[in-house]
T-cell receptor
């Protein structure tokens, strides 16, 4: 069982829709992440939050907007997405940012943009 | 040179075989490394952490060679259920963790 919970598991949205992905962890981790993964590729880092502040934005288009309401929650707001944004979106957490703390992943949200 | 590189495979091995994957890294400041296992259409799951020279857990052994800057994962007595993609993760130059491209393993009966 994963200790990082993501909802929804699957999402289909049109290019004009606005939707949000949600992630929750109760391990007391202070770093939370959003990754995007396409088929047969490794996870690609999008955003990092450290102590509830955005610390890394990997030049992600503004149609993806992250939010960290508190230390346990992480959201990803989606607006005006393109079909090429269809992918598996993974949330992860770690005790701290940096090299020494492994990432713990949620089950992911499989997003299809039509 | 990419920061973390892996042989993508695929590795096709019979049940019971021993198989080894290598992963090279370029950031000599990286202190810790991790191996993740990812099944098709599932999230990556942490398999092993490597903080010093190596780590062993049952049939799995991870070794770190700092002089040559590579990490290896050895799987002994392969099971059908070991079939998956194995991702090597190390520290990048920007202070975050970097994934290798993954090595696909298929264990055949």
């Amino acid at each position: 069982d994963t200790e990082v919970t993501q909802t929804p598991k699957h999402l289909v949205m049109g290019m004009t829709n606005k939707k949000s992905l949600k992630c929750e962890q109760h391990m007391g981790h202070r770093a939370m992440y959003w990754y995007k993964q396409k088929a047969k590729k490794p996870p690609e880092l999008m955003f990092v939050y450290s102590y509830e502040k955005l610390s890394i934005n990997e030049s992600v288009p503004s149609r993806f907007s992250p939010e960290c309401p508190n230390s346990s929650l992480l959201n990803l707001h989606l607006h005006a997405l393109q079909p090429e944004d269809s992918a598996l979106y993974l949330c992860a957490s770690s005790r701290l940012t940096g090299y020494n703390s492994p990432l713990h992943f949620g089950n992911g949200t499989r997003l299809t943009v039509t | 040179r990419k920061e973390v590189e892996q042989d993508p495979g695929p590795f096709n091995v019979p049940e019971g075989a021993t198989v080894a994957f290598n992963c090279t890294y370029s950031n000599s400041a990286s202190q810790s490394f991790f191996w993740y296992r990812q099944d098709c259409r599932k999230e990556p799951k942490l398999l092993m952490s490597v903080y010093s020279s190596g780590n062993e857990d049952g049939r799995f052994t991870a070794q770190l060679n700092r002089a040559s800057q590579y990490i290896s994962l050895l799987i002994r007595d392969s099971k059908l259920s070991d079939s998956a993609t194995y991702l090597c993760v190390g520290g990048g130059s920007q202070g975050n963790l970097i994934f290798g491209k993954g090595t696909k393993l298929s264990v055949k009966p």
